[in-house]
């Protein structure tokens, strides 16, 4: 969810004027470069320390030189269900929302190639990297500001014509005849209730390869094109306490705002994952990754739905009317680079117990935009401000019950925040288990569930200029997510 949420963000771009269109914040950055959990029921069971292990289709996702240890072909499909459940805090109000969504998680294919000697092997395939599913309700009664300020603040200079406005064209803030200053008496004492609904998700679409390039030592490649969406969903609400209205410079009254806006996003890009391991057999194994930066393009337009427009209800001499504003709808493009990705695993044998561990590098001052205006350029230098790097650990177990033909697994990830001075109460824990069962002599069928928990917060609005303009809703947040993966050998 974003810490500064666009609240009527396509309502605020477009009242403003073609010229001022400007969205995109840091976060929509880091939405791009921060993955999901991984892939594959076997890998998240194990807390997605994995880098080390990678002997199935997943190592195309988590280090390709993994699919050297792949002796017979391979075919592998998966399923993801995931829940999340979002406590807001708003003025001592809390709000409880859920959200679910299932997709794809897995379909691929591994190729071992016959060689004189060594291993090579190819695959490619489908990985649902992320989901953008999310969802957050507030509400709470705020006694000093109102989303009518961040329009036409009171006793700020009108700029340009007032008519673009949105609060002047509701109705709910005036100009004053000298002076040419805006008389906005909606401050606070408001409940302020809203809603936002984020979707979409990001797609690889994977093909690659390892060799060995010596003894127990092999190299290995992705190349990864990816896409997806990204859709976010907004409605806003505020109105007065006890149906008392507040009395407006046009001599009308308030009682209530709505509005309603969406922004979507289609997104495509490209990077290669490269990818070393060492192997004792039966003993050891040692990965070594890294990831170029991914290069995204991103076509986003907003607005407000066709059928929502803003609204104001005002009185007028004992009766009440509805006075609307739909400003239409606007695009954009522009790009996204994330950083380079640098990770280290390792896993230790020892008969039928397999241990884990991972460690992963991000320096998300690195995020850039570009191919842009100057107002979304100068994200970059706020993401040098408010990010920093982070590593991402992951420890895992499995063990194998040869009698009949189980595997329990167990793990852990931690996942730092990446905004600088953030409490570690922000950062992202999971929980994880699995299970999997021999089906046959050739057929695996893996389950997997990760139960991940975390606070953060929101803004409910800011002004056109991103200034902060009002309290944080407080978050606490908790996802449970369900793998399935059925794997056949031949």
Known sequence: MKRLMIAAAAL??????????NAQIPEDALRL??????????????????????????????????????????????????????????????????????????????????????????????????????????????????????????????PGDPTTNLAYELYLADTSVTGGKWISPIRGNIAQIGQILESGGLNNWSVGGAIDIGKNLSLGVTLTYLSGTYRYDHTYREQVPNGLPINLATYQTFYSLSLNDYIHDDIAGWN???????????????????????????????????????????????????ATFDPGEGSNEYNITTPWVFGAGASLILRDLVLSADVEYTDWTQLEFSKASSGVLANNDQIKQIFVGTATVRGGAEYD???IGVRLRGGYMYIPSPYRGDPKSFDQKYITGGLGILLGEFTMVDFAYAHGMWNTFVYSYTDPNGVIASPPVNEKLSTNNF????????
Do not use: C
């Not at 999901?36 to 988590?62: E, F, H, K, P, Q």
């Not at 337009?301 to 509805?322: E, H, M």
């Open 12 to 21: 605020l771009m477009l009242s403003a004027g073609p010229a001022s269109v």
């Open 33 to 158: 470069g921060t993955p999901g959990i991984g892939v594959g029921a076997r890998a998240i069971g194990m807390g997605g320390a994995y880098t080390g292990v990678a002997s199935d289709y997943s190592a195309l996702y988590w280090n390709p030189a993994g699919l050297a240890q792949a002796v017979h072909g391979e075919f592998s499909v998966g399923l993801n269900y995931n829940n999340i459940g979002n406590t807001s805090n708003y003025f001592g109000t809390e709000n409880q929302y859920s959200v679910n969504s299932t997709n794809l998680n897995t379909l691929g294919l591994v190729f071992p190639i016959p060689v004189a000697r060594g291993s090579a092997v190819l695959a490619f395939g489908f990985d649902r990297q992320s989901s953008f599913t999310n969802g957050l309700s507030f509400s709470g009664s705020n006694p000093n500001s109102s989303i009518v300020q961040t329009y036409a603040r009171d006793g700020d200079f009108v």
């Open 272 to 322: 290669a994952k490269f990818g070393l391991m060492y192997r004792i057999p039966d003993l050891f194994r040692l990965g070594i990754t890294v990831k170029t930066p991914t290069a995204f393009n991103i076509s986003e337009t907003f607005g407000t739905p066709l059928s929502s427009p803003a609204t104001a209800v005002l009185g007028s001499a004992g009766s009440t009317a509805t």
């Open 401 to 403: 019950i040869h009698q």
């Open 483 to 490: 793998f399935m993966t059925l794997t056949y050998r031949f």
